[in-house]
């Protein structure tokens, strides 16, 4: 009647019924949720995409790693696929598969790491499952379940209590779980199965071919070296804090005096001490891992990894003092300018100084060459810690209270004098004695960069520059001598 479009549904008679708006209405909406369903879908699958994309410019390497894992499954799996392969291993083949899937690990070291230990812990347990056996059938059919049953609780139990004691768990855990593993699996089958020295020859052969294929391919084609890694991320992280300390007190003592807040909008360089903080776990896993690797690059086979933990301690402990003068910086009780003028120039050459030591052991750390300017730098920067000590201790000077004006009297200045109070006064005197404590962890930071300079044997570069002055100064005398016995 008005003009509108009518529903119709067809029934199975033959006839046909209106549709009621109440239904039309209710399947309208039904449709437009499911929409908004599928859009909702489609759009966090291209999100997911874009963050994978994403990760895989930033970090080519980790691409290249999923291709190696997928090039070692093939390649093992061709003891299923190919029949002479697969009659010499039998369907112990999948142990290679597993094993392949379980070691292959990004770092090297912490492929070696599971390798070595799943070889060593897959051997021992079938020889020792295998003499177990041989003492357990020449006992007798009644003692035989006994003996296994009872030499599995033993095995099982102090293997167990290894995997608590701290230098097994740092490098042998994996080990001891694959010992427990395959004992208890040879030690049981083998009371049920006749063959048991060739299903034990079997699996750790299988063990052999998964754990060479992923040595192989992890160190030929574009290995990341656990090493290397540990050794770039120290040096990041220095380099993190030297411009998070900056950042700090650069900010705190701007020109218009105001603290920025900046919370929406974070720098991240000033947010860089946090990585640092962050980064224990990741640094004693990698030290781990650094110690399985062989000679690679410029580190050798005895490379004082255990040096690099110190390294990271001494700059946390550096962070954590960064982190309180941040909050100091960042509070809501705000310090006089005039008080911020007296300490100005000195905190920001201190921070100078500091940021220089750093910068300077970063440079080390990356060259692995000794510099000659550290011990000056670092002295510079104990001179400036005490000058600004000595400023501090004279906070009650009048020379802190704010200059009178010109048309100013006593009685007012007396007030505004009176105004000064332990408030205003205890952040500013917080900030700068976070700051002195800053430089006094920074030259352990440098202490602990000076050590392993010494373990590691870097280069000298007094030694180079040296000899590479006295060459040109030679050269410059010869031409001299050539150019007078002409004239």
Known sequence: MSGGVEWKVNMPDGTSEKLERENIGMVSRVCMGLKGMVERFVLKIWRFLEKAWSIGVSEPKKV?????????????????????LYQGVGGNAMWAVMTVVVVFEYPVGAMLSKCINRIIGTFFAGSLAMGVHWIASQSGEQFEPIILGVSVFLLASVATFTRFIPTIKARFDYGAMIFILTFSLV??????????????HTRFSTVAIG????????????????????????????????????????????????????????????????????????????????????????????????????????MRNCACCVESLNSCINSEIQVPEYLKKNFSDACMRLTSHCSKVLKELAVTMKTMTKSPTTDLSVGEMNFSAQELQNALKSLPNPLLFPPLSENETKGEATTKHAAVTLIDIVPLATAISLLIEIATRIEKIADEVDELATLAEFDSVSDEKSQQNQSKTDGIDDVTMKALQKV
């Open 64 to 84: 290249v790693h999923c291709l190696k894992v997928g090039l070692a499954l093939t390649i093992v799996s061709l003891f299923y696929f190919m029949r002479p």
């Open 187 to 200: 030690s049981v089958s083998g009371y049920r199965i006749d063959e048991l020295f060739e299903m034990a």
């Open 211 to 314: 754990t060479s294929i992923c040595i192989l391919i992890s160190m030929l084609f574009y290995p990341v070296w656990a090493g290397t890694e540990l050794h770039h991320l120290v040096n990041r992280n220095m380099e993190k804090l030297a411009d998070s300390l900056d950042g700090c007190v650069s900010e705190y003592f701007n020109d218009n005096g105001d603290v920025k807040k900046s919370d929406d909008d974070p720098n991240k360089k000033l947010q860089g001490y946090i990585c640092v903080l962050n980064s224990k776990a990741t640094e004693e896993s990698l030290a781990n891992f650094a110690r399985w690797e062989p000679t690679h690059g410029n580190f050798n086979f005895g490379h004082p990894w255990k040096q690099y933990p110190k390294i990271g301690a001494a």
